[in-house]
């Protein structure tokens, strides 16, 4: 683990919070059962903090992700983004208001780079064909690519590459909310560094909350602000990561303390501002 110089992130005060999950229920239904995801679910992101979700397969972390998003609509329950709620947003209205990061980036193969990080803006069809890649090939740099990567293909891209493009295609509408569904899968431990390297020095200059789900321990500790604890079908805890260690439950025992924690542990103690 490479050593972090950036200061602890402070968050700003007062101010209305940017995401709120009321009595959210998540339920699935086949021929053969009713699956119960979410019950009850109540969760407060406040503007401004890095919040994580973990839980065990199955607990709907990646479904919540997409119901903040609008893409999925619960069951029952009230999901709010930035004090309206999410379905009144509208497509281009969630757009400017939220960026996401798909698991393995989900770039268009058939687009270069720059085309795939200009398709939001492009999509609004207000703005001039120059302004739009102008401002494309500002959030390419911004996210440590160079302008030569701009012309090449999803295909030529590393790992690594993939995740930064993908970033500056969420990143295109300035929105202040931005989601990320396993940022660091899939890379190997140098690029999944510089690339939490960037999230955090984002997260600073753009002023962005961020909602993030990772099963990466180091990613975990080096970014949160709050981890909240998907189990039993809600939220069982959402606090600073000493206090979600120090909560009884018997998945955090395990995610937390067992073998695959310790080195994450150690990341804790190192770096004090996690907590």
Do not use: C
Not at 101 to 127: C, D, M
Not at 240 to 261: M, S, T, Y
Request: proline share 7%; charged share 25%.
């Amino acid at each position: 683990m490479k050593g972090i110089d950036t200061p602890a992130i402070v968050l700003p005060e007062g101010g209305a919070p940017m995401v709120e999950i009321r009595k959210l229920w998540t339920v699935f239904t086949t021929p053969e059962r009713r699956f119960v995801v979410h019950q009850d679910l109540d969760l407060t992101i406040q503007r401004g903090e890095v919040l994580s979700l973990v839980g065990g397969s199955g607990t709907g972390k990646t479904v919540l992700l997409r119901q903040i998003l609008g893409l999925e609509t619960p069951t029952q329950g009230e999901v709010r983004v930035l004090g309206q709620p999410v379905g009144e947003l509208g497509a281009k209205g969630a757009a400017s208001r939220i960026g996401m990061l798909f698991q393995h980036g989900a770039l268009f193969s058939a687009f270069s780079v720059l085309e795939n990080i200009a398709f939001p803006l492009r999509e609004l069809k207000t703005l001039p064909s120059a302004l739009v890649r102008e401002a494309a090939m500002v959030k390419l740099q911004m996210v440590g690519l160079a302008p030569e990567d701009a012309d090449k293909m999803p295909a030529d891209l590393s790992g690594g590459m993939i995740k930064r493009a993908a970033l500056a295609r969420a990143l295109i509408m300035d929105p202040p909310l931005l989601l990320l569904d396993e940022p660091t899968s899939g890379l190997d431990p140098e690029s999944s560094d510089g690339f939490v390297t960037l999230l955090r020095s984002l997260h600073r200059d753009l002023e962005l909350t961020v909602v993030m789900v990772t099963h990466d321990l180091d990613t975990l500790f080096e970014l949160s602000t709050r981890i909240a604890v998907l189990a039993d079908k809600r939220v069982i805890i959402a606090a600073p990561p000493k206090d979600v260690i120090a909560f009884q439950h018997p998945f955090i025992h395990d995610f937390f303390l067992g073998e695959r924690g310790q080195r994450a542990m150690e990341l804790l103690r190192e770096y004090p501002f996690a907590v």
